[in-house]
């Protein structure tokens, strides 16, 4: 599974994901000044599952009809060690999903 961290995600989240093992990179790394746009088609170009906060993806995706590899949205504190304890367990599941999770909820809507 791979997996690419929007930059208004973090930095350190995506430290954390690579630490578990995981090929993940950091949107700002790939794409400097990027709008969500480019960030979704560099994702499913890629076969990677973007990892966000920001709602405008959900807008891409279910309103544009936009494709993608599968979507973790972040709906919860900033706090990065938090956020990777919450979504550790599903970043296997996270491929051809659009997943939302929350500090006492996860939902997981399939995108096939």
């Known amino acids: ?23 993940v990179i950091f949107s700002f790394d790939a794409l400097p000044r990027a709008n969500d746009e480019q960030i979704l088609d560099f994702a499913e170009k890629n076969n990677r599952v973007l990892i966000t906060e920001d709602k405008d993806f959900g807008e891409l995706i279910f309103r544009l009809n936009k ?16 956020r990777f304890e919450r979504i550790r367990d599903i970043l296997g599941k996270a491929e051809g999903n659009f997943i939302i999770v929350k500090e006492g909820q996860i939902r997981i809507r399939s995108l096939k």
């Not at 599974?1 to 090929?23: C, H, P, Q, W």
């Not at 949205?73 to 990065?80: A, S």
């Open 67 to 82: 494709p993608t590899s599968g979507v973790i949205f972040l709906r919860m504190p900033k706090d990065p060690v938090k």
């Open 1 to 23: 599974m791979r997996f690419i961290v929007d930059e208004n995600t973090g930095r350190k989240l995506t430290s954390l994901i690579k630490r578990a093992g995981y090929d």
